[in-house]
C-alpha cells in the first residue's frame, strides 16, 4: 500500500465522512453518450481550494482500477472547479474519466464519469435463419436478438412482399404481436435496430421465416426458445433485467390448437393481472423483485426478474484514530446494488495492494501493522454498470515519539561562528562539545478560522537549550514569503504553542528553532502544507477537569474524565494554565488521547494556579472544562519567621570595645587600599573606553548590553522548494541591568566586518 508519509495526520472524511471537513465535490463529472464527432466537457468542483485539480481516464474494459492515464484539464483561478474536453473521434474508447483534488500530500478522488461512443455494435449478432410454424387463429410472438448499443437501440419489425419490399410494421415495444393469425401472415421477417443519439441505423442479420397452417389438434408448446426472449445467467437461468424507471412486460409465447389459456404467476401469488399474452408492471422496483411465470394447459416458463440498481452504501464510514505500530480497522458498510458491485479501496488516488498485512473485504478494511504512511483519506468505492458510490474515512496515525537525531537534507544549514563564544574545558575538550540536537518535526493542529497549535518534541540531549522559537510563513501560492518568527520565547519544558493572527483558506508551514547555552541555534525540519480550513467542522466532547492535587512545591496533578459517547473521537488533551496573579497567556501543554491524568512540572513555589483543558481533533479543539485551582506547596528551605525574643542588651567591658576598635581599623585599611587598585587600572585605559562608548553597542543601549555573537538562522529548508534562500533571528541576551559595560572586541565574530544585516 504505497501511502505518502505524513507526521501526525488526518485522516477524517459517502460523502456523510467528508462533509465533516468540507474536503467534498459540489459537482461530479457525469456519465454521457456522444456520437463520433461530439466534443464532451467534464466538469468537477471542490468545496475546499485545492493546492490543485488534476484528471486522469483509463479505458472502461475491466473491473481493475488500474493502469490510470494521466491527461491535462482547465482550472480556474479559484482552484475550486476544472473541467476536461475530450474530442470523441473513430478511436476514442469506452472510458472513465476522474477528477482528483489535491490538499498537500493527501488527495481525494471523484466518481468516475463513463463516456461511451453511441453506436450500435453487431459482433455478437449472428446470420441465423428461423423457420417457425404456428397454428391457425393463434396470438403469435417474436422477439428480436438485441445488438449491443449505447443507449439501447430501438427495434422494428418489417416483413418482406411478394415484390421483395419491405413493409415497416407496428412495433411499440420491439416485439412483433400478430394477433389471430392466419396464412397471409407467413412470411420472411426481419428488424432494425436504431440508435437515437448518433442517428445510426443498421439492418440486424437474424431472418425469421414463420409459416402459419393448419395443425389440427397439436400439442402445446413456445414458439421461441429462451434465448430470444431474455437473458441466459452463468446458472441458466432465464433472467429479464428492468432498468431503473422502466417498466416490465413479458410476453408468453405459448401456441396450440384450440389456442391455450394463458395464466401468470409471481412465486406463490397465482393472481396476477395478465392480460392472456403478456405482463406489464409498470415503474418496476426492488419490491416488485422474483420469479414470474406464464402457465399454459401444463407447460410453464419462468424469469427470474430483476431491477438493476446503481450502488449505494448502507450506513457510513466513520473516522479512526490509530497509534503508530497498532491495527487499525475501516469500514465503509454495506455496497449494494444490482448487479453486485465490485468494491475498490482507494487510498491518495491509489489502488490499495493487499497482502502483507493488509485485507480487505467488500465493507471493511483491516490494516495489521499502522504506520505514518497509513495515514490519511481511505475510500471505498462501489461500482457496477450503472455507476459508482463511495463513501471514505480518515485514518488518523499518533506516531510514537522518538528521538529525533537523523535529518535529511531538508536540516537548515546553520551559521555558527569559527570559534566557540566560550571554552569550557581546555583540557578534554570532547567532554563539552557542543553537539546542537535540533527539535522535531512540528505537528499542526486547527484552532480556529485564524489560529493553529504547533506542537513538537525533543529528546534533551546535547547541548543544553535555552528556549525555543516558532517560525511559520505563508505558502498558497509557493510565493517567496519571508519566515516570520514569534516573539514569545517559550520555555524548555514547553513543547506546544499557539499561533493566532492566519488567514483562512491558506496554506503554511511551520518550524521550530531551539537556541542552545552557547549562544548558537539549530532549526528543525519544517512541516508538511497545512491548509488552514475555514469551519464548519465537528468538535470532539469537552473532557470533565475532576481533580488538580499539588504534589510538590513544583508540580500539580491533573486527573480528568472524557468519552466519546457516539461522537468525534478525540486524537489528544491540550492543557492550560498559569499562576492565578497572572493576566498573560496561558502556558500549553499537549498530551495522547489515551490519557486521563500529568503531572504538571516546572512551576513556581507557593503559587496558586487556574487550570483547564479541552480535548481536539486535527480538525476542531472542543469547549474548554470548567477551570479548577490549585496551589503548590511551599519551598522546604523557606525562611521561617522567628518567634523568639531578642536577647537583652548588656554593658560592654573594656576589653570588648578594644577588641571592636581592633577590626574597624583594620576593614578601614583594606578599604583605602582596593579604591587605589581600581583607580590604578582605569587610568591606564582611557582610550579603549571612548573606544567602546562611541560605537553602535556603546552608548545607545538603553542599560542594555548585546552579545558579541548573534544567533543567525541563515539558511532556509524550503530553499530547495524554491523558498528564500536566507532568513536571519537575533535572539537577545545578557540582559544587563547596568549603565555601561566592559565587553572584549578581541572575541570572534564572523559577521564583525560583513555587511549589514536585518535581524528578524
Not at 570532547?430 to 540536537?437: E, F, T
Not at 481533580?547 to 508540580?555: V, Y
Not at 479548577?628 to 567591658?653: G, V
Not at 567602546?692 to 530553499?719: D, F, Q, S
Request: aromatic share 8%.
Amino acid at each position: 500500500m504505497g501511502l505518502p508519509s505524513l507526521m501526525y495526520v488526518i485522516i477524517g472524511i459517502a460523502v456523510p465522512v467528508i462533509a465533516e471537513i468540507e474536503m467534498d465535490f459540489t459537482k461530479y463529472p457525469e456519465s454521457v453518450t456522444a456520437p463520433v464527432g461530439d466534443k464532451v466537457t467534464f466538469e468537477c468542483a471542490v468545496r475546499v481550494p485545492g493546492e490543485k485539480l488534476t484528471w486522469r481516464w483509463r479505458p472502461d474494459d475491466d473491473l481493475e482500477w488500474k493502469d490510470w492515464n494521466n491527461v491535462d484539464g482547465i482550472n480556474d483561478k479559484d482552484s475550486v472547479s476544472t473541467r476536461l474536453v475530450v474530442q470523441v473521434t473513430e478511436n476514442t474508447p469506452t472510458a472513465l474519466y476522474q477528477c482528483m483534488a489535491w490538499y498537500g500530500s493527501i488527495s481525494v478522488v471523484s466518481i468516475p464519469a463513463r463516456l461511451t461512443i453511441a453506436k450500435v455494435d453487431l459482433s455478437k449478432n449472428t446470420q441465423e435463419r428461423r423457420v417457425l410454424t404456428a397454428p391457425l387463429y393463434n396470438t403469435i410472438v417474436l422477439h428480436c436478438k438485441e445488438p449491443r448499443s449505447e443507449p439501447p437501440a430501438r427495434l422494428s419489425w418489417w416483413k418482406e412482399t411478394s415484390k421483395g419490399l419491405r413493409k415497416q410494421l407496428e412495433t411499440p415495444y420491439g416485439v412483433l404481436v400478430i394477433n389471430n393469425a392466419t396464412v397471409e401472415d407467413s412470411g420472411t421477417y426481419g428488424c432494425v435496430a436504431t440508435n437515437d443519439i448518433s442517428d445510426q441505423t443498421i439492418d440486424l442479420p437474424e431472418r425469421t421465416y414463420l409459416k402459419v397452417q393448419h395443425e389440427g389438434h397439436a400439442g402445446i408448446r413456445f414458439m421461441e426458445t429462451e434465448d430470444y426472449v431474455g437473458t441466459i445467467d452463468k446458472d441458466g437461468v432465464l433472467t429479464m433485467p428492468v432498468l431503473p424507471d422502466n417498466s416490465l412486460r413479458l410476453w408468453c409465447g405459448a401456441v396450440g390448437t384450440p389456442q391455450p389459456r394463458v395464466t401468470w404467476s409471481k412465486g406463490t401469488d397465482t393472481n396476477l393481472p395478465g392480460k392472456t399474452n403478456s405482463l406489464v408492471v409498470e415503474n418496476f422496483t426492488g419490491e416488485h423483485e422474483g420469479v414470474y411465470s406464464c402457465s399454459a394447459n401444463g407447460i410453464r416458463r419462468s424469469w427470474k426478474v430483476i431491477a438493476l440498481q446503481p450502488p449505494h452504501w448502507e450506513g457510513s464510514a466513520g473516522s479512526v484514530n490509530a497509534s503508530e505500530g497498532s491495527s487499525a480497522h475501516i469500514s465503509c458498510g454495506v455496497p449494494h446494488g444490482q448487479p453486485a458491485p465490485v468494491v475498490h479501496w482507494i487510498f491518495n488516488a491509489e489502488l490499495i495492494k493487499t497482502g502483507k498485512g493488509i485485507k480487505a473485504t467488500d465493507s471493511d478494511l483491516y490494516i495489521d501493522h499502522v504506520e505514518k504512511r497509513h495515514a490519511g483519506i481511505v475510500q471505498c468505492f462501489a461500482c457496477n454498470a450503472l455507476g459508482c458510490a463511495y463513501d471514505a474515512a480518515m485514518l488518523t496515525v499518533v506516531p510514537v515519539q522518538i528521538s529525533d537525531q537523523d535529518y535529511s537534507a531538508e536540516t537548515p544549514k546553520i551559521h555558527i561562528p569559527s570559534q566557540s563564544p566560550k571554552r569550557h574545558n581546555k583540557k578534554n575538550p570532547r567532554k563539552h562539545k557542543a553537539v546542537l540536537i535540533p527539535p522535531s518535526r512540528p505537528n499542526v493542529t486547527r484552532l480556529s478560522d485564524e489560529s493553529v497549535m504547533v506542537s513538537w518534541s525533543h529528546d534533551n540531549h546535547g547541548l543544553q537549550i535555552q528556549f525555543f522559537k516558532v517560525q511559520y510563513r505563508e505558502v498558497t501560492n509557493s510565493s517567496n514569503i519571508q519566515w516570520h518568527t514569534e516573539n514569545y520565547e517559550i520555555p524548555t519544558h514547553i513543547h506546544s504553542f499557539q499561533i493566532d493572527g492566519l488567514m483562512p483558506d491558506k496554506y503554511y508551514k511551520f518550524r521550530i528553532a531551539a537556541v542552545y547555552s552557547n549562544q548558537d541555534n539549530k532549526l528543525g525540519r519544517s512541516s508538511g502544507k497545512f491548509f488552514l480550513q475555514r469551519g464548519g467542522f465537528q468538535s470532539p466532547r469537552a473532557p470533565v477537569l475532576d481533580k488538580a492535587t499539588s504534589l510538590s512545591p513544583h508540580s500539580i496533578q491533573l486527573n480528568w474524565t472524557w468519552s466519546a459517547h457516539g461522537g468525534v473521537e478525540a486524537e489528544g488533551f491540550y492543557v492550560y494554565y498559569r499562576a492565578v496573579s497572572s493576566a498573560g497567556a496561558y502556558e500549553k501543554v499537549t498530551v495522547g488521547g489515551h490519557e486521563r491524568s500529568m503531572v504538571m512540572a516546572h512551576l513556581a513555589a507557593d503559587t496558586a494556579y487556574e487550570l483547564k483543558i479541552q480535548a481536539y481533533t486535527a480538525q476542531a479543539p472542543s469547549d474548554f472544562s470548567a477551570i479548577l485551582m490549585a496551589k503548590t506547596q511551599r519551598a522546604l528551605n523557606a525562611a521561617s519567621t522567628s518567634t523568639e525574643a531578642p536577647p537583652k542588651e548588656e554593658e560592654s567591658a573594656p576589653g570588648t570595645l578594644v577588641t571592636a576598635g581592633g577590626a574597624a581599623g583594620a576593614a578601614a585599611l583594606l578599604l583605602i587600599l582596593a579604591v587605589t587598585f581600581l583607580l590604578c587600572r582605569r587610568a591606564k585605559r582611557p582610550h579603549a573606553d571612548k573606544e567602546k562608548g562611541a560605537g553602535p553597542e556603546g552608548g545607545a543601549n538603553n542599560g542594555y548590553l548585546p552579545a558579541k555573537v548573534p544567533i543567525t538562522i541563515t539558511a532556509n529548508p524550503m530553499h530547495g522548494e524554491g523558498g528564500d534562500s536566507g532568513v536571519e533571528m537575533s535572539f537577545l541576551h545578557n540582559n544587563n541591568c547596568g549603565n555601561t559595560a566592559s565587553t572584549d572586541d578581541t572575541l570572534p565574530h564572523s559577521r564583525k566586518n560583513g555587511p549589514a544585516r536585518q535581524y528578524v
